[in-house]
């Protein structure tokens, strides 16, 4: 008996000391790279370098337990003209190179079945060149041979359980009061593991600073009353974004929810998005 209690005894502390010395390595790991993380205080030349100071933050009279922000889109309305990708590089300072997005639109093709085949249509086939900034060329898929084809404009869909916030290891990633998911580039040390787990591929290491970033739903701007970027440019009015506290900014997309037929991407992660989508076909992803 005393050999199995002494036994046992061992392991607990072996097994404490493991966990002690586990946490002092992964703090010292934290906070090495922190510190190794480059922080650049104003834009680089040609662009790509940290916000103003204002485009992360609210006014001070603020208050987000007043507010929860979300969006809706309307896939049969966009036409991939490319406009909100382009106001949404310019209004958050996104680094110009491409690949670099908060925002892009995808086009999806789908071909018509093959002759003799029970299937109710083909391949389908997506793109998003340089996001779909600069709109879309023609198809390569002749058009004697095209089903359907449409655009899905994507962005960080603000979930409700975030896998990004659940990975980050210094809380740089946060869920808003007000429902937006942020990220504070203070203390971001740029480890990437937000940006492996989220699944809907909405974040990116930016070159230059070393910091994660993503859509806001221009923070900066919806705080003070006004439309976010991609909002106020789309030229068909496939994008609403409205706090749903307010009845007035809300009754939009209410009305929206209530006429159209609503999904979320990926909805068998259980994410619950506040991004919500009408006409949303079943090959998006």
Sequence with gaps: MKTKMLAFSRRQTLRALGKALGGVLAW????SARA???KTAEPAPGGGGKPPASAATSPKDYDPTKHSWAMVIDVGKCIGCGLCVQACKEENHVIPEPFYFRTWIERYVTKKPQAGSIEAQGETIVDSPNGGMDGFPAS???KAEILKSFYVPKLCNHCTDSPCIQACPVGATFDSPDGVVLVDPTYCIGCGFCIQACPYGCRFLNPITRTAEKCTFCYHRVTRGLKTACVE???TGARLCGDMKDPASAEPLRRFVREN?????KPHLGTHPKLLYAGLDKEVR
């Design 140 to 142: 390569l898929v002749p």
């Design 233 to 235: 440019v789309c030229p």
């Design 28 to 31: 010292e790991w934290v906070s």
């Design 36 to 38: 190794a993380s480059p």
């Design 261 to 265: 037929k609503v999904q979320v991407l």
